[in-house]
Structure formats: structure tokens, C-alpha cells
């Protein structure tokens, strides 16, 4: 199991919690852009097209705690732009662990190694490292050569200095599920805590516009990829969720599970759409029009979404709301889903030459799958 | 924005292979003409989804240029608003719509012009020339 089980345990009490007092809207994560500036320049993210004088603005340490505390979300995430962008990203994190907060600070770890020193460790502190693949993958998704060995010295340092550590990837359409696995193996072999992942969203102020998968293309790609799975794998989600993205279950999309504020306010609705912002975390709850979004809306706007941000939500809230939700995560945490059909998906990949978007030249060890 | 049309129902959402992308709107240099109130409506729509900065014209004949952030539309102009960030100020400001006279959409689109194709093309280019360390890099901060 991947999540410690204190975290699990102020989870499973909060969402009780909510349930018994009856409280129809309640937020799981907060997610928490301190700053859009980044790093890198990856195709498929929209979150970073903004004139230079707002990539210069950033959240002071103060406004983000009264974000948490008004919203009052047991986890939250710092993604961005690169958090470690931030010069007062350490005080910000201090300030969460001292209010007992579970962060996942999302990091392209281009900075990591340099700043780990200035962290301290904490079972409320996990680095949440972007690769979205083995190292050719991984580069040329972020459209930068070098950058996996990068992250994965980061990710190496930090393990060894005891910080929890998990790996984040975002898959797109064209993606090797051969490749990914092997990747599993890699990221593992590191001593990573476990492993995040997720479809990529068709954000449109993207730079890549071609290669955003439909929910039937994602649920063929995952079965194949969390299908038969290894039992040294991990995974940092719900196991419900990842049950959500093979195909085996469906959810409704919970955009207030995992609300978003950053430099212009709370975001409305969700972390992926921008559909205008509200001052406080009270008013994005009472004023969004929630029945506007999520497939079942129609919106083509989430068309596509099957991203954790909306459907999370809805496996954790099964998995800690009912005996029957929760004994479903308890077998997800430990089923390997033997499946022959999702072997016959992995051979068909194997037999085809990779898409372009993940792919600079044939990696050697693209085949290396052993179905085991 | 947020009474979307409805485009598609859950069977073809179910069944969908590849999501549709966004046609990208050129939208910079434009000046949209704000003869009647809808198209006042349309134009600050636009610009609170362009992801550059934009002058705004107000009837006291102020300048201002900023980047819309955020809209709120009411019943009327005068209870319509943009806010926005300017360059210069730290803090959001806001401006009625019944108070704008002209929009120009002045600043460069930073979602414009950054083709996954065109670095695929360019990375090629630069592998086959022998090159390391090959990348995209952000855009600087001026």
C-alpha cells in the first residue's frame, strides 16, 4: 500500500465526517498555485500562456494559508508552474505542515536537488516528481533532452534523505503502454513511495492540439497498462480511480472536490476549466453552476476529462463512504487484474511503431515487456 | 462561457477516440468595433479567454492596459465588470462594462504561435545537425 495509513485515516475521518453532518459539498485537495512561472515549456499544458507581468506574480506565504484555512481540505497540492520557483516556497510548506496538511508539492524537480537542503522531512511532505515516461518519453514530452536525468537525481537525493517521494505522469495519445510499464519498473527501482498518473486534459490554450485521447482511447491505454500488474508497483490513488480509468467503473466528475486558487482567486469550476473567479472558497461553492460541467452535462469542455481533479473525488468518497466502496478499495489495493485481453493490447502496441508525441528515437528497451 | 451549448451526449463522449482540439482564434491586433451591446458582450468575452494583455479605452478617455482575468455579467453593462491585473499595479482592479469605450487587443497572444509541430520540426532539425541538449525553453520574463 502506497498511502500511509495515517493519511488514509484523516481522510476515511473527514469524508465520515462530512457525511454524517450531512454536508452535501465538501473539498478533498486543495489545489494550491502558488505561481504559474515554470520551467519548462511541455506541450501539452495550457496553464502557462500568460504575459511576463503575471508569470511575476505569486501567492505571499499569507494568502495561501488563508486559502487552506477557509477551505479547510485535509491534502493539499501545489502545483503551478514550478512551486520551487517560488523563493518563499519553504515557508509556505512549513506553514502547512504545522497546520497538519498532507501536501503533494508537484515539481518538475529541475530545482529539487539544489533545494532539498532548505526542507525538512515530514509524513506531511511528499515531492510529487513529473515524468511521463522513460527518459526519451519523458524529454520529449516536456520538450527538453536532459530533463529526466534531472528529475531523477532529484528523485534520488530526496529518497535518500527520507522525504516521501511519488512520481506524477500525465499520458497522451500515442503513448507506448509497453513503455510505461517498464517505466513503473524504473520509478520503482528508485525507492518512490508510489506512483501518480493521469490522462492529459485538452486544455485549449495548449500548444499540442492533436493528441488528447477520448474516454474510450484512455480506458483501452489503461487497461493495458494497469492491467496484470507487478506486485513490486504502488500506485498514490485511489484504487477505485485507477478502476475508473481501465474501464471497470463509472463516476460522475466532482469538480469541488479538488478546488483551485491562485493569483486571481478561486477558480471556477475546477482546476482544468477557467470559467471565471470568486473571492472566497464559500462563494465558488454557492455561485458555480456546478450542473454545467462534467460529461454528464455535455459540455464539450470536459468531453473528455477523466482527469483525477474531477474523478477522484467520487472513488474516494465510494471507497470511504460505504462498507461496499470500502471493501472494493481494500481488494483494488491488492488485485493485480490478471486480464489476457489487455496482454493482446500490449502485444498490439508492441507490434506498432510508437506515435510522435512521446517519442524521439525507438528506446531500446521498448519491447522489454515480459507480461509478467 | 458558462452556459455552454450542449454538443454531445454520453454515448458519443463514451465512445469518443480522439478529443477534438481547440481551433485557436488570432486575436491579437484586433479592435472589435462595440457598436451595440452584445458586441461589447462578445469582445470581453474574448478578451477575458485571450491570454494577453489588452487596452481598454474608458469613456473618461483613461488608457489602461491590462490582462482580464475575470468577468462577471449582469443584467446590464453597469452591472457588468472586467477584472484585471495591470503591469504596473500589484492589485486587481475592476472596471464596469458600461464604462468601456474602445478594446484593443494590443498585447502579444502568449498561447499563440507554439506549435507542437513546429517543435517537432525544429527538434529534428537540430538532432540531425548534431545538437545536445535540445529544448524548448519558457518565455522570458522581459
Known amino acids: 500500500m502506497a498511502i500511509p495509513i495515517s493519511q488514509m485515516w484523516t481522510v476515511s475521518t ?23 512561472r515554470c520551467s519548462l515549456a511541455c506541450a ?47 515557508e509556505i510548506v512549513n506553514g ?18 539544489r533545494r532539498l537542503p532548505e526542507f525538512t522531512p515530514s509524513k506531511y511532505l511528499t515531492f510529487s516528481v513529473h515524468l511521463d515516461g522513460q527518459r526519451e518519453h519523458h524529454d520529449f514530452s516536456v520538450c527538453r533532452e ?15 534523505r527520507g522525504f516521501r517521494v511519488t512520481t506524477n505522469a500525465t499520458f497522451f495519445d500515442g503513448t507506448d503502454p509497453n513503455s510505461v510499464r517498464a517505466f513503473f519498473d524504473e520509478v520503482m527501482g528508485m525507492g518512490v513511495e508510489g506512483i501518480i498518473l493521469s490522462p492529459g486534459y485538452s486544455y485549449d490554450k495548449a500548444p499540442d492540439q492533436n493528441h488528447f485521447m477520448g474516454r474510450a482511447r484512455v480506458r483501452r491505454l489503461f487497461r493495458a497498462i494497469l492491467s496484470n500488474r507487478k506486485p513490486t508497483w504502488k500506485f498514490n490513488m485511489s484504487p477505485l480511480f485507477l478502476e475508473f480509468l481501465m474501464g471497470n467503473r463509472t463516476y460522475e466528475c466532482i469538480p469541488w472536490g479538488m478546488p483551485t ?3 486571481f482567486g478561486w477558480q471556477k469550476p475546477c482546476y482544468l476549466l477557467q470559467d471565471g473567479y470568486v473571492d472566497s472558497f464559500k462563494e465558488l461553492l454557492e455561485t458555480t453552476e456546478w450542473e454545467n460541467y462534467g460529461v454528464a452535462s455535455g459540455n464539450p469542455k470536459c468531453a473528455n476529462c477523466m482527469v483525477s481533479c474531477g474523478y477522484e473525488t467520487p472513488a474516494i468518497i465510494d471507497g ?13 489495493t491488492f488485485n493485480k487484474y490478471p486480464d489476457t485481453g489487455a496482454l493482446k493490447l500490449l502485444d498490439e502496441a508492441a507490434s506498432h511503431l510508437p506515435a510522435a508525441l512521446v517519442q524521439i528515437e525507438e528506446p531500446a528497451n521498448s519491447l522489454e515487456e515480459t507480461h509478467a | 462561457m458558462s452556459a455552454e451549448v450542449k454538443k454531445y451526449t454520453m454515448e458519443q463522449v463514451e465512445a469518443l477516440e480522439l478529443a477534438p482540439g481547440a481551433e485557436h482564434e488570432d486575436l491579437e491586433g484586433w479592435i472589435p468595433e462595440l457598436a451595440t451591446e452584445e458586441e461589447l458582450r462578445q469582445a470581453l468575452e474574448k478578451a477575458f479567454d485571450y491570454r494577453g494583455d489588452v487596452t481598454l479605452t474608458l469613456r473618461s478617455g483613461e488608457r489602461i492596459e491590462a490582462f482580464i482575468f475575470n468577468r462577471r455579467t449582469g443584467a446590464t453593462l453597469a452591472e457588468s465588470y472586467v477584472q484585471y491585473f495591470t503591469p504596473k499595479a500589484p492589485e486587481k482592479r475592476k472596471v ?41 525553453k519558457p518565455d522570458a520574463l522581459e
Open chain 1, 14 to 36: 473527514y469524508v465520515l465526517k462530512q457525511k454524517l453532518t450531512g454536508t452535501k459539498r465538501f473539498p478533498l485537495v486543495l489545489m494550491l498555485e502558488p505561481l504559474f
Open chain 1, 44 to 90: 501539452g499544458c495550457g496553464k502557462v500562456q500568460y504575459p511576463p507581468h503575471i508569470l511575476k506574480k505569486q501567492l505571499t506565504p499569507e494568502e495561501c494559508f488563508a486559502a487552506v484555512d477557509e477551505c479547510g481540505a485535509p491534502m493539499v497540492s501545489i502545483p503551478g508552474g514550478e512551486p520551487l520557483l517560488h523563493p518563499q516556497i519553504v
Open chain 1, 96 to 113: 502547512l505542515i504545522a497546520r497538519k496538511k498532507y501536501i503533494y508539492l508537484c515539481t518538475n524537480a529541475l530545482e529539487l536537488k
Open chain 1, 146 to 160: 536532459g530533463g529526466y536525468d534531472i528529475a531523477v537525481e532529484g528523485i534520488k537525493e530526496a529518497v535518500q
Open chain 1, 261 to 263: 486558487f491562485n493569483i
Open chain 1, 320 to 332: 470511504f463512504g460505504s462498507w461496499k466502496g470500502f471493501l472494493a478499495m481494500v481488494r483494488g
Open chain 2, 96 to 136: 464596469s462594462y458600461a464604462e468601456i469605450a474602445r478594446l484593443e487587443f494590443s498585447g502579444k497572444d502568449r498561447a499563440a504561435g507554439k506549435h507542437w509541430e513546429d517543435w517537432v520540426k525544429n527538434y529534428n532539425e537540430k538532432k540531425a545537425a548534431g545538437e545536445k541538449n535540445i529544448g524548448l
